[in-house]
């Protein structure tokens, strides 16, 4: 018998199923997560939780969980394990970091998984359309070598917090393909960037498309974010590095949204501010 049928709670809650939220809008989960996480406590659960004093810990510290835990009439890690379950049927804001002409193509065709014969034609109209890497020309096959990096085929990246994306990551709005960039190296960095516009998708992502394990981190992350919140009420929303690998394409059904930032900071270039010289696309006209 589980911990939930040893404490009489009902497994079969409603809550998760179809619930859309935003992690850095915490009114979008955080009511929510209490909500199902009230008939887990111990009767003075909340007690423990606020014993009326301002906890000085870091947002990012594991003691988070040992706070709740100690307000828990089970154990941590198997509420974790049952909220992962239950995440399954959730719907999640994502965010993902691409440079392109017409943004409408994600909103047709949905997001792709990386297509290796299909990156490697890219780069080759890339080096034949730019008089700069002609030079390339010969030594495509060498060069798709020499970066040997097969971590992104067949796989699909998003993440939960989109300023984390633009302050750490934006190298991917502003040169697009990360493969393709690193094939080219830096003497193609520059034809990149005057290809397409820098451009972040928002996306709402069934849950239901990620692994288990992926969840269950996500959980554990949401129980520390919501203990923190309860215990000290803060007035801003933890940042989360935090991304999906996806082995399924994204229908175009779940792209809900898109912008085009202006200015970014260069992660591939001494984290240089790169002021974009386009802020529309194709499908914003």
Known sequence: MNVEAKLGI?????????????????????PFLGSWLSPRFRADGMDRLRPGIYRNICWDDPKW?????????????????????????????????????????????????????????????????????????????????????????????????????????????????EWITAVLGSSGRRVLKNIGVPTLLEI?????????????????????????????TPDWSAPIDFSFCLRVDIPASCIVGHSHPAKLRDPLNGRDLYHSPKTVCAYCD
């Open 10 to 30: 009902r497994t079969t809650e409603p809550i998760w199923r179809g619930r859309r939220f935003i992690w850095n809008k915490p009114d979008s989960w955080v």
């Open 65 to 177: 969980s040992s706070i709740l835990n100690e307000s828990l009439r089970g154990d941590f890690d198997s509420y974790k394990q049952e909220l992962a379950d239950f995440l399954e049927h959730a719907i999640m804001r994502t965010f993902h970091g691409c440079r392109t002409d017409d943004a409408g193509i994600y909103f047709r065709g949905g997001l792709r998984l990386h297509d290796r014969n299909e990156m490697t034609a890219k780069l080759r109209m890339i080096i034949e359309k730019n008089a700069e890497l002609h030079w390339m020309r010969d030594r495509v096959d060498e060069a798709v070598r020499e970066v040997d990096n097969t971590v992104d085929e067949a796989r699909l990246y998003v993440v939960a917090d989109d300023a984390f994306l633009l302050q750490h990551a934006a190298h991917y709005l502003i040169y697009g393909s």
């Open 204 to 232: 709402d992502l069934p849950l239901s498309m990620s692994g288990p394990q992926t969840r269950m981190e996500l959980a554990a992350r949401m129980l520390n974010e919501w203990t923190r919140f309860t215990c000290n």
